[in-house]
């Protein structure tokens, strides 16, 4: 089970997401790599990137924070 993020956390872990989002736009943009490992690192960074939502959702959840809209 995901420890419960603090502030701090919570704020690190936005700016993760953020960076993560990027590195996958960056990537889907790349064509000097094989299709097998550009899909393998794809759906590592998507892994990452729903790991990072549910901590952000569970820490909005019990702080009574809006979620993200975008």
Known sequence: MTPLLT???YLQ???KLANMEARLAALCARTDLSPVHKSEVERSYLDMIGQYLREIK???ATHAIPSRTD
């Open 7 to 9: 502030e701090k956390g």
């Open 13 to 15: 872990t936005r700016e």
């Open 58 to 60: 569970l820490y909005e």
